[in-house]
């Protein structure tokens, strides 16, 4: 699996500020593709990066949960979005009980230092839908500052 994200910006820092409307935290979003797919939503930048365990880590060293925000048809033929996003464990409110009543359901965990693997393992059905749809998997990196990664 590649985590990529998607940018026009050069410099070394990544705005990790809050542009979404059904997540209220500042994230760094990525696209989940299978090995070879291509980067999609060229609407996000042109430039991609890959997301790599050590982001995970410099962010919170330790379990991280998942949950899925929302799904939804694009509006060209064939699209189909699914909107996850990954939380630091024992953030304040964030938790199961506290996503379920935001309407996310949780998916599973993963650790920082295995982050990739395990994600993709989390994924693996959304990454392998058997259809005749092009599947968006995005992903809200959850971010409290600035993101510095290298």
Not at 41 to 66: I, T
């Amino acid at each position: 699996m590649q985590l990529v994200h998607r940018t026009n910006y050069w410099g070394k820092y990544i705005d990790s500020s809050n542009t979404d409307d059904e997540v209220d935290f500042d994230a760094i979003w990525a696209m989940a593709l299978n090995d070879g797919d291509w980067h999609c939503c060229p609407g996000f930048g042109r430039r991609w990066v890959e997301v790599v365990n050590s982001d995970f880590r410099d962010e919170y060293d330790g379990w991280w949960s998942v949950f899925l925000v929302s799904e939804r048809r694009g509006h060209s033929d064939g699209h189909y979005f699914y909107k996850f996003v990954a939380i630091p464990q024992g953030t304040y409110s964030y938790g199961k009980k506290g996503c379920q009543q935001r309407g996310w359901s949780y998916q599973g965990e993963f650790e920082a230092d295995n982050a990739r693997d395990q994600l993709e393992s989390i994924l693996d059905y959304w990454l392998n839908l058997d259809d005749d749809d092009f599947i968006h998997i995005h992903i809200g990196i959850w971010m409290d500052q600035l993101y510095t990664g290298g």
